[in-house]
């Protein structure tokens, strides 16, 4: 019996070491509910630090009339894939041999009729959006059924993960109907496998064309050898947004214009006793969706987030019982104005700011949690994180679960713009690594290659990359996260502007006449140049904030690295200061919390001690001022005379907390107790300290 417990323990280690369980929020929103006319949908991908980021193209293929369609297994770590049977012609990305991918090619665990032509696409781990406009986001949810990878263990009998569905709809198809009624079918005769065998055991995708966009939610049925799914159009003046877990409600059979279902999902409820038609319409959510996984709020969290940023009007309310039974959001809701490339980019950067739930910066109240810059990122790992050790206590805590996250490996938007041609229409907006640290940069899906830039993984560093340039900035961002996100987020916002004036200016030089190819490559040269001005600002904030300090840099360059150094007289003497706020210091409210106040005390006073320490000054019996002793200077000797004067000077300073002014090295950072900006009289004889 033990044995057996042990071979099942040491089997599902396996199958969760096999599947990197992401967990990525996804925002759909249709095309009249958009500033342009464009139809948007968005990805964020939540992984645990090896998820593949790559932005990779995959060309389109012609075909032999007989050919199979391999289908692979989806690792989505890297690298999620090596070999040369995406495409007739080779992507270089994928090769053999080709930088960190290793010697051996993966092997199809299933095969499929191949169609005589394919899209050209980009995908990262996903199919994100083809040459025909169709564009795809992913979000793992929870279900009630799991199955396992054919060939992977010799039991599973599935052949589809989600990412091999969306590289069949990219290659295949320009709408979106016809891409899930493809898909789904797909998944009912060769069989869906999830990204984990028991929790992210189904899948959402939002799918869009020129025209529409979709919701398509897919489980495994009960035997594991086929699926379940259903898909319900948004209206085209609402959004919709999908965090790991299932939003569709009740399926309407006989509106076969918003929504698409297959026959298990009725025909398996009726089997279980889980569903009559005398109940009425079936829902979705309530009957196939195991909840929200991780912890309570993990996506309510988020579609509240969502919901706050695009339609505050509503007022929805962030609590609730639990996700089936609640039905705490609406399946989709219009926004209170129509929404932008930028409005999408600012909520999948969202850490909840100016709400109760906020975890960055002044509005989070996180006095500890935050440090003292209060950054919204924590790490995972130990204790940490809910994905806990084998061995270790289990604590019950968790931190809010934000849209905007330091794990996510990338992020995109997909816009498809039915007024243009499909080449420079389909536009992918693509930010690698975690998006509140990073720039949604386009690339048009008629692109005829992507720069190197575009193919950075966590596996290598390479500062040729964009991926590893934001990964640099964000972990720049937590030595002082208050003050240097504003740096970062003042670049993105002019980035996105600029960004948005490039996107124009191509498409007029395309609708001039100009050579497509030749106008769509401006969008590789300027990912180029936001890889250099990132590196730039990296650089920038290392100077101005390194060791606490806060350094002065000229407005011109943006991003300068230098300071203007003291000004002094011919003896050497400061005539005024280095553009430095030295060690502004942290936060009282922290300080109060992390046992500042119980530090080591200041110094003994030696006339508390009877002058065990020190000098004891000379003194006459005479009372003077506030309890002092009156001296009789004229009984002094020179040296004693000297050592009066400095010693009132010193009370002087002491009491006017002017002492340290001036001071320099170790004493101005030891002590740093001095009150610029004035001037104190020396009672002694008259002269006047300048506090700079």
């Given amino acids: 019996m033990r044995t057996t417990a042990t071979a099942i323990l040491r089997l599902i280690a396996q199958l969760v070491l096999l599947w990197s369980c992401s967990a990525c929020t996804t925002i759909a929103v249709g095309k009249d509910a958009t500033v342009d006319s464009s139809v948007l949908s968005s990805h964020s991908n939540d992984g645990e630090g090896d998820t593949d980021p790559r932005l990779v193209l995959i060309p389109a293929s012609d075909w032999p009339a007989d050919a199979q369609r391999p289908i692979f297994f989806s690792p989505e770590s890297f690298p999620r894939f090596v070999g040369p049977d995406r495409a007739s012609t080779p992507v270089d990305a994928y090769a053999v041999g080709h930088g960190d991918n290793g010697p ?31 564009g795809i986001s992913e979000s793992t949810c929870s279900g009630v ?41 797909l998944a009912e005769q060769y069989g869906f496998y999830g990204a984990g065998l028991f929790e992210g055991t189904a899948e959402s995708l939002i799918i869009a064309d020129t025209e529409e966009v979709w919701i398509f939610h897919i489980l495994p ?28 409600r009740e399926i309407d059979p006989d509106d076969s214009a918003n929504f698409l279902y297959s026959k298990s999902v009725y025909r398996v409820a009726t089997e279980l006793g889980w569903w009559d038609a005398s109940d009425g319409k079936l ?46 959001f609406p399946f989709a809701a219009k926004p209170d104005k129509k929404l932008s490339v930028a409005d999408v980019a600012k909520a999948m950067r969202s850490y909840y700011e100016g709400t109760e739930y906020s975890q960055a910066g002044e509005s989070s109240g ?81 692109m005829k290659s992507l720069p190197h830039a575009t193919l950075g993984t966590h596996m290598k560093l390479d500062k040729k990359t964009l991926f590893w340039a934001f990964r640099y900035l964000g972990n720049f961002c937590q030595l002082k996260y208050e003050e240097m996100i504003r740096e ?34 401006l969008y590789s040269t300027n990912a180029n140049n936001i890889l250099s001005e990132t590196w730039d600002l990296s650089d920038h904030l290392m100077f101005k904030f390194a060791d606490g300090q806060v350094h002065a840099t000229p407005a011109n360059p943006k991003h300068g690295t230098s300071t203007p150094p003291r000004q002094f007289s011919e003896k050497g003497v400061t005539t005024k200061d280095a553009q430095i706020v030295d060690q502004p210091g942290y936060r009282s409210e ?45 009984a002094l000797s020179i040296s004693e005379q000297a050592l009066f004067n400095y010693q009132q000077k010193k009370r002087r300073a002491l009491e006017t907390n002017t002492a340290t002014c001036g001071a320099v090295g170790d004493v101005a950072a030891a002590v740093n107790r001095c009150s610029k900006g004035g001037t104190t009289k020396d009672s002694t004889d008259g002269s006047i300290i300048q506090v700079e």
């Avoid at 049925?221 to 569709?248: E, H, K, L």
């Avoid at 912890?295 to 009007?313: A, C, E, L, Q």
């Avoid at 600029?498 to 106008?519: F, M, P, R």
């Fill in 104 to 134: 051996d090619a993966f092997e199809p665990i299933c095969h499929i009729p191949q169609v005589s032509h394919t899209y050209q696409y980009f995908e990262e781990t996903y199919g994100a959006i083809n040459e025909k406009q169709l």
């Fill in 145 to 185: 059924f799991g199955a396992a990878p054919k060939g992977i263990h010799g039991t599973g009998k599935a052949c589809f993960s989600v990412d091999a569905l969306t590289q069949i709809a990219m290659e295949r198809h320009s709408e979106a109907k016809d891409a899930i009624i493809e898909i789904g079918s």
């Fill in 221 to 248: 049925d009960p035997t594991g050898a086929s699926a379940i799914w259903a898909a319900q159009r948004v209206p085209s003046d609402s959004f919709a947004v999908v965090p790991n877990v299932f939003i569709i």
């Fill in 283 to 328: 829902d979705f959510t309530a009957m196939y969706s195991d909840g929200e996984y991780a912890h309570k709020f993990y996506s309510g969290r988020r579609s509240y987030g969502v919901y706050k940023i695009f339609s505050p009007s509503l007022q929805l309310e962030a609590n609730y019982l639990e996700w089936r039974i609640s039905k705490p």
């Fill in 366 to 446: 996180l006095n500890v949690a935050g440090g003292p810059w209060r950054t919204p990122d924590h790490v995972s790992g130990g204790n940490s994180t809910t994905f806990r050790n084998l061995g270790e206590q289990d604590y019950a805590g968790n931190w809010e679960r934000t849209i905007g996250l330091y794990r996510t490996s990338d992020s995109y938007i997909t816009q498809s713009r039915g007024s243009l041609p499909d080449g420079n229409g389909a536009v992918l907006w693509y930010a690698p690594y975690a998006a509140p640290y990073s720039i949604f940069s386009p690339f048009a899906a008629g």
């Fill in 488 to 521: 970062v987020i003042a670049l993105q916002e002019r980035t996105m502007e600029a960004n948005l004036e490039l996107q124009v200016y191509i498409d007029g030089l395309i609708d001039e006449g100009k050579s497509a190819e030749e106008a769509l490559e």
């Fill in 590 to 634: 922290w300080l109060e919390q992390v046992g500042f106040l119980d530090g080591p005390p200041p110094p003994p006073d030696c006339s508390d001690l009877e002058w065990r320490c020190g000098h004891k000054p000379k003194t006459t019996s005479a009372p003077g001022l506030r309890g002092d002793i009156e001296i009789t200077t004229a």
